[in-house]
């Protein structure tokens, strides 16, 4: 390391106290000097006042008696005064009297008088006095020599205290000397002082620690080789842990990652997931799970062995991976495959006296760009398709459902940043009347050019993506917010898990207080999605009905059991499916199902909506099966207002 300039320590203390004392004798100087100026100015004052109160009487009698020749006289025995420059008398801005002295001082004040009659308060003249600096310049150059003296005392003192603190600190000055060719290697000699303070006991505590370093570094030298030898072997265990699974002891992902790498555009993957295996953690245990991979994974490695063409990965969880080194034929490809679906149907795994069978999804690729993205594709599409093996190929346009997909993520969460997720209300009608007695809110996107987009393109995506809740809470809050004020009733839909979402609940219940529509508010509850917690859909309805809400079964005749909803659920409305009333005017099949749906209502005294209402046949044909209420585009299209 490079030293920097060597400064003495001594120098260092000295040069601090003298500056310390230097400000301060300064500052003392200062405040001395204006304090003495101001005081020998003081006395000079009060001299040449107590001048003007002697002589001003025997002046004024002179006035008044007119002795001119005694005026002048007593002014010129004044003038013998050293201190005084000059004597005027004055009346009216008229000189009577001037006497001026030989004296080539300086002016330091001019002090006036008024004269007064005797025994009266008659002013007859005003008398000025000059007085001299010459006293005052005596008194501050005795003054400041006294300073210089003590300044030159103090500068005496300094110099050899300065010369004392060096000899004091001489022998650390030796020591760092010294100290700066130290090595381990090296020993120093350093000399003992003989004073009984701090120094002797440095020099004492510098040669005791001077032999344990020695002793150390003989004990080091031969740690240092051990330590070498023992950090090459642990890098090399590290290397082999950063590309290893732990529970398995098979290569992971970034082994896999840098296989592909180094393959150059060349070799297959296939990668090999065990279905359900969430269950078998779930039924069995933790334990349980990891002694199936375990297992799994061995029984794969004795099906590779001869298999010099193919290495095997653990990717996560419970996903595997044949990596091809070399791109194999379509058909020896497909007969690993085969042959390894084979071998995975006969494992059987005994475990804690139990017998536990696998099933396996397999996905692959043989196309080397983005290999281990395209496995993966093809893997979750063999699984939508209940497909055991699916091989990626272009032909199947996922990728670009999948870029599709991830666009519209993108746009729903701009959507709701910049607060372009709106309501729009389509009108419900009485069927007799006509008139609007309800208003359905249904969510629509605004994009960024202004234009209006569907739910059915952006929905179900965010379903996939978990943004569902926070489209939910968007248009509870502003459809609330929004018929606050309007004397309507309208109608809100909610999921099942919108039902189930405890923290949903509370925030449809908060919301529905903090606007005060609990008379006017309707939720409509999806059907189609299938109802199998009717003990948490029943207690969701009962809070929302003591609140005073209304409910409604949505897309009712979708499902296979909904009568049992109808008969098990409080509601108060059942809204009969689009896909059964936009066929009402032709189908015969049709209009038995729904006069049943409508019979039966009327029965429980439920009000019944027929959706889907696109031409006047099928509006003529709702209102003849008694049908109360109608909704759909022939009647009114949703818009952003009401009004």
């Keep these: 390391m490079k030293q920097g300039k060597f400064e003495s320590l001594s120098f260092k203390i000295m040069s601090s106290i003298l500056i310390t004392s230097i400000i301060v004798i300064a500052g003392i100087f200062l405040s001395f000097e204006k304090i003495n100026k101001k005081a020998f100015y003081n006395i000079e004052m009060q001299k040449a006042t107590l001048i003007l109160k002697t002589i001003e009487p025997l002046v004024a009698i002179d006035i008044y008696l007119g002795m001119q020749n005694k005026i ?7 003038m013998q005064n050293k201190d005084i420059l000059s004597v005027k008398i004055f009346k009216n801005s008229k000189i009577l009297y001037e006497v001026k002295s030989k004296n080539k001082s300086k002016s330091l004040f001019i002090i006036k008088k008024d004269i007064f009659q005797p025994n009266s308060q008659k002013k007859i003249a005003t008398i000025e006095l000059n007085y001299s600096n010459h006293n005052y310049k005596q008194l501050l150059e005795k003054y400041n020599k006294l300073l210089l003296i003590m300044f030159g005392v103090l500068v005496i ?5 300065s010369m004392y603190i060096e000899k004091l600190l001489k022998p650390l000055t030796k020591i760092a000397k010294l100290l700066r060719g130290f090595s381990p290697e090296t020993k120093l000699q350093i000399e003992v002082v003989k004073q009984n303070n701090e120094i002797s006991l440095i ?3 510098l040669n005791e620690m001077q032999e344990k370093i020695f002793e150390f570094a003989r004990k080091q030298k031969n740690i240092n080789v051990y330590l070498e030898e023992e950090v090459d072997n642990k890098t090399k265990e590290l290397q082999e842990q950063l590309f290893k699974d732990d529970l398995t002891q098979l290569p992971n992902r970034k082994k896999l990652f840098n296989d592909i790498k180094n393959a150059k555009k060349d070799g297959a993957l296939l990668i090999v997931n065990i279905d359900d295996f969430k269950e078998i953690n779930d039924f069995y245990g933790q334990n349980a799970g990891d002694y199936i991979l375990v297992e799994f994974s061995k029984r794969l490695q004795h099906f590779l062995e001869d298999e010099k063409n193919i290495s095997l990965s653990r990717l996560s969880g419970d996903e595997f991976a044949l990596f091809f080194k070399h791109r194999p034929s379509h058909r020896s490809f497909m007969r690993v495959v085969n042959s390894l679906t084979k071998e995975i149907e006969r494992m ?16 692959g690729t043989m196309d080397t760009d983005e290999m281990l993205e395209k496995a993966d594709i093809a893997l979750k599409l063999a699984k939508e398709q209940k497909k055991y093996f699916l091989l990626y190929d272009e032909k199947l346009d996922v990728k670009r459902q999948y870029k599709e997909n991830m666009e519209w993520v993108k746009k729903i969460k701009s959507a709701i940043k910049e607060d372009r997720i709106v309501p729009y209300f389509q009108p419900i009608f009485d069927a007799q009347t006509q008139n609007p007695v309800s208003y359905e809110c249904l969510i629509r996107l605004i ?4 234009s209006v987009v569907s739910p059915y393109k952006f929905l179900t995506i965010a379903l996939k993506s978990k943004l569902y809740p926070q489209l939910t809470k968007i248009m509870i809050e502003k459809s609330c917010q929004y ?3 309007k004397d309507t009733t309208f109608s809100v839909n909610l999921s099942i898990n919108d039902i ?3 923290d949903m609940v509370a925030y449809i219940q908060k919301s529905v207080k903090k606007y005060d529509v609990n008379k006017k508010i309707v939720f409509e509850i999806l059907e189609t999605e299938g109802i199998d917690n009717y003990e948490e859909v029943s207690s969701f309805i009962l809070s929302m009905k003591r609140l005073g809400c209304k409910i409604s079964i949505d897309d009712f005749g979708s499902g296979y059991s909904n009568f049992e909803h109808i008969l ?6 059942i809204k009969i499916d689009g896909s059964l009333i936009k066929h009402l005017d032709t189908d015969v099949n049709v209009q038995i199902v729904v006069e049943t749906i409508v019979s039966f209502a009327k029965k429980l005294n439920l009000i019944t909506i027929a959706e889907f209402v696109h031409n006047q046949a099928v509006f003529e044909k709702v209102k003849s099966l008694d049908i109360e209420r109608v909704q759909g585009f022939y009647l009114g299209e949703p818009k952003k207002d009401i009004d």
């Design 500 to 502: 189930l979402d405890v």
């Design 72 to 78: 002048q006289s007593m002014l010129k025995r004044l």
């Design 447 to 450: 994009d960024t050019d202004g």
């Design 203 to 205: 020099l004492s505590a």
């Design 483 to 485: 018929f606050q004020h």
């Design 157 to 161: 003192i300094f110099v050899l205290l």
């Design 568 to 573: 098990k659920l409080d509601i108060d409305y």
């Design 348 to 363: 059987v795994f005994e475990y804690e006296q139990s017998e536990i069978y696998i099933r396996a999804t397999l996905g």
